[in-house]
């Protein structure tokens, strides 16, 4: 554990992207099997603790330090690994020495929820404070450590010579401690057998259109739908279905199972059947009704027939065993128009090809749209490979403009991460009446992007400057700051006391110049509701 | 007189001793100033009578001419000394006497005495050794009017021995590149370089040309900081492999460019916080601060052992919760101009 904790100690003050690269390949390099195999599972968000939560840690740190210490720190310092991690006391007894990544990663996966509270503080007791910030930091997922898991894998694949895209293409064949991707690139084994296990393929991704021209002979335009992006994979009598970070949500759909039987590996929007919206399609329903469904583990009978799922196609990277990645776009559209016929129509449709005859006619068709089963569109070069990753000028997302309201800033939180000390989080809200009249501000929604550094360091002067009431973090500010809030829809809502809940909401422009009383009122939000 | 020390009054601007006419520490000007230590925020321009410790008045005429005479060979701003140890009576019956703080070269408390009550202002303090100041002395009073910098128990500053070895095993992993350390020119930068010193790095180290007139100031003061060599007398070559000291706001500035592969590198007990550290694109964290981290501010509340204690500048709420719970009587000042999250 020391080494890893040196490792991310180092990682922590490390900016430059090579040096990172470097770091860790030497770690990988150094350090021998299985540990580097579970660090590299941790650097890349690969680890899961069912028993170990950030709220364990809060829970084990107020058993030792006084509640409203521990919460001035933790507030102070902006991240719940971190202020254990300074918090710990020491202790007095001398302990077994500090364990190595494989012990602690065994004795993470063994705690339950009855034993954590006992089991997670002898574990840190065996540590200094960065192997406390480094095991916590581990045992919760989350590194935020400015290590993507693309790096991870890059790095990796610069340890050992091996190429990135071979990486990742095994990568979702194995499991932490990933010993089959050890073998291959650090003792040259076979690699890893991915021909018959349902095995997820990173997805092709696309960039902000934002000024960029195209012609719409090179470029073919689709509707980009507002469900959530998967992967159906149907190989050797299994089928899975993965989402877009790779997660396996088959549980969630079992209804798509069942669907696909033909070997096949295809891409497209998973929705939900709804009567409000879907275009000339029709039959998809809101990002809303969708919602209903996702993150569960059992989907009940009444789901199934109140909200069930389709799959829009979009792409087609394997049929019946051809690897159709190397193809371009055309090629494999055309397969995968004459594929889907074969496939249930209850469950599957193809995402239909926008027709425009240049770029001045489609960005008319962009403005006209109002469906809220589209985000936007998308323009896909039509002799482009399918290629992992976000490779610029291949794919492009060209989403519909945001709505824009004028809010008041109500309360700030400080923010974590790099963010740490700068109130950067902001509740705001909208006037339920004529403010000249006594109505009052009702939160509306909650942002915390959208603004420049120079941005953020002016409004947290502003928050530290006008806070009017503490609450814990949160500090009540005077209700006299104008944020034009960019948001992307807006929905009924029960969990807030205005009815609302935006969707994806952002700070577009702060307005110094808006008095509060010109801001919007609730019911300009209502009317852009589309339940 | 009443017992209830109302003839001492803080203030948004400075602590004011009634009886006296005059202020400890003020953020604005006035006719009489009473003045812990030559920092900035305690230390200012302008007053027309100050009272400090010789070191800090020497700082202070360094930086702000105070007790320097004016083009018309007048004193505009007068200028009286106290060495520590030393009372000096003030109008309205009250005494004031400085004692070391441990802080910078001339850092005191000032002990006020009027009506048979005793008040320390601590001004800023540490516990710790440092070679370039006389140790805090714990001093008995009814009221202390404590610093709270560091007053959140996440900060416990370690030993300074450690942090020091850092900048060493680094020049010796990296001899072509040198070490940036950003340290404030008043004190930390001294004290890393007395601490350099103690640990028996003698190579030259090289100044910032905003830390020149200072690090003379400490030597003629009696601090040994060996050979010190301004950057901009040398070329990128000459430093490499060497400790370089600047301000921290030269840091990440255009100036850098003429060093050598520079590690930045920043002395503060700020850098106990990894993201703190991150925020100011700092490469190698050193945890040294001049100021009292959680332990010695809760040590020295015990050791002082006030009837209560008045918390100021920094992180009150967490230092005034841990008197709640030992049974301590306290309450928070607010202080303008000190929010600032900077030593």
Request: hydrophobic share 40%.
């Given at each position: 554990?020391?080494?890893?904790?040196?490792?991310?100690?180092?990682?922590?003050?490390?900016?430059?992207?090579?040096?990172?690269?470097?770091?860790?390949?030497?770690?990988?390099?150094?350090?021998?099997?299985?540990?580097?195999?579970?660090?590299?599972?941790?650097?890349?968000?690969?680890?899961?603790?069912?028993?170990?939560?950030?709220?364990?840690?809060?829970?084990?740190?107020?058993?030792?330090?006084?509640?409203?210490?521990?919460?001035?720190?933790?507030?102070?310092?902006?991240d719940t690994a971190e202020t254990a991690s300074l918090l710990w006391p020491e202790?007095?007894?001398?302990?077994?020495?500090?364990?190595?990544?494989?012990?602690?990663?065994?004795?993470?996966?063994?705690?339950?929820?009855?034993?954590?509270?006992?089991?997670?503080?002898?574990?840190?007791?065996?540590?200094?404070?960065?192997?406390?910030?480094?095991?916590?930091?581990?045992?919760?997922?989350?590194?935020?450590?400015?290590?993507?898991?693309?790096?991870?894998?890059?790095?990796?694949?610069?340890?050992?010579?091996?190429?990135?895209?071979?990486?990742?293409?095994?990568?979702?064949?194995?499991?932490?401690?990933y010993s089959g991707l050890f073998e291959w690139a650090a003792d040259g084994g076979e690699p890893p057998d991915t021909e018959n296990i349902p095995l997820f393929r990173p997805f092709m991704l696309a960039h902000p259109l934002e000024d960029t021209i195209v012609s719409m002979d090179e470029y073919a335009a689709e509707w980009k739908w507002d469900g959530i992006r998967v992967q159906l994979v149907h190989v050797a009598g299994q089928t899975r279905l993965y989402s877009r970070s790779g997660d396996d949500i088959s549980a969630t759909f079992p209804e798509l199972l069942s669907a696909l039987e033909i070997p096949a590996v295809l891409d497209g929007e998973l929705l939900v059947r709804g009567t409000a919206q879907g275009g000339e399609e029709g039959g998809a329903a809101s990002f809303n009704a969708l919602q209903q469904r996702l993150g569960r583990k059992t989907v009940s009978k009444k789901m199934l027939a109140e909200a069930p799922a389709f799959v829009r196609l979009y792409d087609a990277i394997n049929i019946e065993g051809d690897d159709l990645r190397a193809l371009p776009w055309e090629n494999r559209r055309a397969r995968l128009e004459e594929f889907v016929p074969r496939l249930p129509e209850s469950h599957f449709d193809i995402s239909q090809i926008v027709e425009a005859e240049d770029f001045a006619q489609l960005a008319k068709i962009r403005e006209g749209t109002r469906d809220d089963a589209i985000e936007g569109l998308m323009l896909k070069k039509r002799d482009a490979p399918y290629i992992a990753g976000r490779k610029t000028g291949l794919w492009y997302k060209w989403k519909r403009d945001p709505l824009l309201i004028d809010c008041v800033m109500m309360?700030?939180?400080?923010?974590?991460?790099?963010?740490?000390?700068?109130?950067?989080?902001?509740?705001?809200?909208?006037?339920?009446?004529?403010?000249?009249?006594?109505?009052?501000?009702?939160?509306?929604?909650?942002?915390?992007?959208?603004?420049?550094?120079?941005?953020?360091?002016?409004?947290?002067?502003?928050v530290r400057q006008n806070t009017l009431n503490r609450f814990g973090p949160v500090r009540e500010v005077e209700k006299s700051m104008v944020l034009e809030i960019a948001f992307d829809s807006v929905h009924s809502s029960k969990?807030?006391?205005?009815?609302?809940?935006?969707?994806?909401?952002?700070?577009?422009?702060?307005?110094?110049?808006?008095?509060?009383?010109?801001?919007?009122?609730i019911d300009n939000l209502k009317a852009l509701m589309r339940d | 007189m009443s017992a209830d020390f109302s003839w001492i009054k803080p203030a948004p601007h400075g602590i004011y001793v009634e009886p006296a006419d005059c202020w400890v520490d003020p953020s604005q000007a006035v006719d009489n100033a009473l003045v812990t230590h030559g920092h900035a925020?305690?230390?200012?321009?302008?007053h027309g009578a100050t009272i400090a410790t010789p070191e800090t008045l020497a700082i202070m005429k360094l930086r702000y001419r105070t007790?320097?005479?004016?083009?018309?060979?007048?004193?505009?701003?007068?200028?009286?000394?106290?060495?520590?140890?030393?009372?000096?009576?003030?109008?309205?019956?009250?005494?004031?006497?400085?004692?070391?703080?441990g802080h910078v070269l001339g850092s005191a408390q000032i002990l006020l005495e009027h009506a048979g009550e005793k008040i320390i202002v601590t001004g800023d303090y540490k516990r710790r050794h440092d070679p370039t100041c006389p140790p805090f002395k714990v001093t008995k009073c009814d009221v202390l009017i404590t610093e709270a910098t560091f007053g959140l128990p996440v900060f416990t500053h370690p030993p300074i021995s450690g942090e020091i070895a850092k900048i060493t095993e680094r020049l010796a992993a990296y001899p072509d590149a040198c070490v940036l350390v950003g340290a404030y020119a008043l004190g930390k930068a001294q004290r890393v370089i007395a601490e350099l010193r103690a640990a028996g790095h003698m190579d030259p180290i090289y100044l910032h040309g905003a830390m020149e007139k200072m690090c003379r100031l400490y030597q003629e003061h009696g601090v040994d900081l060996g050979e010190l060599r301004l950057v901009s007398d040398?070329?990128?070559?000459?430093?490499?492999?060497?400790?370089?000291?600047?301000?921290?706001?030269?840091?990440?500035?255009?100036?850098?460019?003429?060093?050598?592969?520079?590690?930045?590198?920043?002395?503060?007990?700020?850098m106990r916080v990894r993201q703190r550290a991150r925020q100011r694109n700092v490469e190698l964290p050193l945890i040294i601060s001049d100021h009292a981290d959680w332990t010695e501010l809760t040590q020295t509340i015990r050791d002082v052992d006030p009837q209560e204690s008045w918390i100021t500048h920094g992180r009150e709420e967490a230092l005034l919760r841990?008197?709640?719970?030992?049974?301590?009587?306290?309450?928070?000042?607010?202080?303008?101009?000190?929010?600032?999250?900077?030593?």
């Open positions: 554990m020391n080494e890893f904790a040196a490792l991310i100690d180092a990682l922590v003050y490390t900016r430059s992207r090579n040096e990172k690269l470097r770091l860790i390949a030497e770690y990988l390099r150094n350090t021998s099997d299985p540990d580097r195999g579970w660090a590299l599972a941790a650097l890349t968000d690969g680890l899961d603790f069912p028993a170990v939560k950030s709220s364990t840690i809060r829970n084990a740190m107020k058993e030792r330090v006084d509640p409203v210490l521990w919460t001035l720190s933790r507030d102070f310092v902006g202790p007095i007894a001398d302990q077994p020495e500090a364990p190595g990544v494989s012990e602690a990663v065994s004795l993470l996966s063994a705690m339950t929820r009855a034993n954590v509270l006992t089991e997670l503080p002898a574990l840190l007791d065996r540590l200094d404070s960065s192997g406390r910030y480094a095991l916590l930091k581990l045992a919760t997922g989350a590194m935020r450590i400015g290590i993507s898991a693309r790096l991870g894998k890059t790095a990796f694949a610069q340890a050992f010579g091996v190429s990135v895209d071979d990486v990742e293409e095994y990568w979702h064949a194995l499991k932490p401690p309360y700030a939180q400080r923010g974590s991460g790099k963010r740490s000390s700068f109130y950067s989080d902001y509740t705001f809200g909208c006037w339920n009446g004529d403010p000249d009249q006594g109505a009052e501000l009702l939160p509306v929604g909650k942002a915390y992007s959208g603004f420049t550094d120079a941005e953020l360091k002016k409004l947290d002067k502003f969990r807030h006391k205005s009815g609302l809940a935006m969707r994806f909401p952002r700070i577009h422009r702060i307005r110094w110049d808006k008095p509060a009383h010109e801001a919007d009122r | 925020d305690h230390a200012r321009g302008g007790g320097a005479e004016d083009e018309n060979g007048e004193i505009p701003t007068k200028a009286t000394p106290v060495a520590y140890g030393e009372t000096i009576r003030l109008k309205g019956g009250v005494d004031a006497t400085y004692i070391p703080a040398h070329s990128k070559d000459d430093m490499r492999g060497a400790v370089v000291v600047a301000p921290p706001s030269a840091m990440n500035d255009r100036w850098s460019r003429r060093l050598p592969d520079p590690i930045t590198a920043m002395a503060s007990g700020w841990w008197c709640q719970l030992n049974q301590r009587r306290a309450r928070a000042l607010a202080m303008v101009g000190r929010e600032e999250e900077d030593e």
